[in-house]
């Protein structure tokens, strides 16, 4: 169970937290929204774990030149070819049968996600800047399915806060990617290619640029007459600190304490940001409420 438990990366599921923001902005909370939802975020769960397994499958033998990823369940011998095409196979066929009770829409969805990744796994990872727009659309297609897929219209300001901030950590990714090849013993034979293109000078600026709009879009949509319509107070601005101390944590960690390779992880190991998140979430719960 531990290395099938592993290729999963069950970790990862955190990233589909993404698809309870539409019901959460809404105010959609009622048992059968929310209920649809939870379906929602266990489809993206199966298939992201199906999307793991199909790129373990595709890069096993540069995974087993890798001196990290040689250990990974597949090169390492952990777990065999045959049995990790059978749990792909379960995998997605889960999530399309669970898409497929909620709404065709949440299935459209999740058949885009799946075909973006496999866009990106065969080639288009390799494109510079286009890779990080396709990670950033992965996000957008789980706010979208936690959305239209539920019958709820898409705020537009959502989406340009999803896709502001899915930019930012997609291009701090690839500036700690690059951080790593900075160590004298690293090998660089064994980076993406993609690097190749990308400069610290560039991906800073990049970085700068999509947290400042974050901040800005953020903080626009908590003062803007919709949002006080919708949620009756004015009080959701007082939030916009922890949203800025937030990134300022994301960006200290990408540079004086070598993350930012796994979003998930970094945020469930730093206490910093994992307080930060829980505070967000119960002051924005409690202004909504």
Known sequence: ????????????????GFVFLGPLFAHQWSLDTLGQALLVFAAFCAMAS??????????????????????????????????????LAILAASALALSLWVSPGVTLCLT????????????????????????SSGFMLRILAGTAGL????????????????????FAK???????????????????RVLDDYSPAMLDQFIGVTAACTILAYGLYTVSPQAVELHGST???????????????YVFLLHRRARGNDTARDLIQDRHMLATLGIWLIATLWILA
């Open 174 to 192: 690839r500036r700690a990617e690059l951080l790593v090849l900075d160590d004298p013993r690293a090998d660089r034979s064994l980076a993406r």
């Open 112 to 135: 885009a996600y799946l075909g973006v990744n496999v866009l990106y796994s065969w080639r288009l990872k390799h494109v510079v800047i286009l890779d990080v727009f396709l990670i």
């Open 235 to 249: 009080a959701l601005v007082y939030t916009l600190p922890l949203v800025v101390y937030g990134i300022f944590r």
């Open 151 to 170: 019958g709820l219209a898409p705020s537009a300001w959502l989406l340009l806060c999803g896709l502001m901030v899915t930019l930012f950590l997609g």
């Open 1 to 16: 169970m531990r290395p099938t438990l592993t290729l999963m990366r069950p970790h990862q599921y955190l990233k589909n």
């Open 50 to 87: 199906a999307v793991y397994v199909m790129n373990d499958l595709m890069d096993i033998e540069a995974d087993r030149a890798h001196p990290v990823k040689q250990h990974r369940p597949l090169p390492s011998g952990a777990l065999s070819h045959g049995r990790a095409i059978q749990l």
